[in-house]
């Protein structure tokens, strides 16, 4: 899966760094390809504990199907933004994609999306870093901590992802090209597969 991270910048687009850190008010969105046809579910934990379901679009749930090499702008709304806001810290956007629609993959009864959870009880704790020795190479501010990677087993995910029963975590290889972010499950197995991506903002 190639990932592009986007902000609007006046009338501009422009590409970032996925470990690029964003400030308050700005307008972030994702490009997002897959290397195979499959459904995707992409659900935003924003520092302040709202969740924010991106893709697919809450009024057409049923409208998550995903083709192979096609491009798909993330959040899945008219706008194709979304606001990046306070409090500072790590947004945790969740990526979670099924070559088979997850209602047939899980056991009955199906797992439809439910209503929104309520937020954590406190916000996130960390604030991002402009990494040094990265900033003074690339002239970017950028925290290493940020980008897409594997959900830890102990982990607890967001209720409205409609995770298969009995799955396991899956470690992913994360390659980042100059125009996109590629991410795949080392096992290069098929089958359903979750990851998240931190977007540090301050």
Known sequence: MGIVVEQQAGNKVEVKNPQHIFHAGDLVRFRFRSSFDGYLYVMDQSTSGKYLLLFPVQEVQNANRVEQNKEYLIPATNGSWFRVDDPPGYETVYFLISPVPMEKAAVSPPHPLPAEPPPPS??????????DSVFRARGECVDVLAGPRSVSPDE???SQLPITPGATPRDITVINKPAATVVAPKDGAMGPLIYQFRLAHR
């Open 122 to 131: 406190a916000p996130a704790a960390l604030l991002p870093r402009c990494d």
């Open 156 to 158: 607890t995910l967001p």
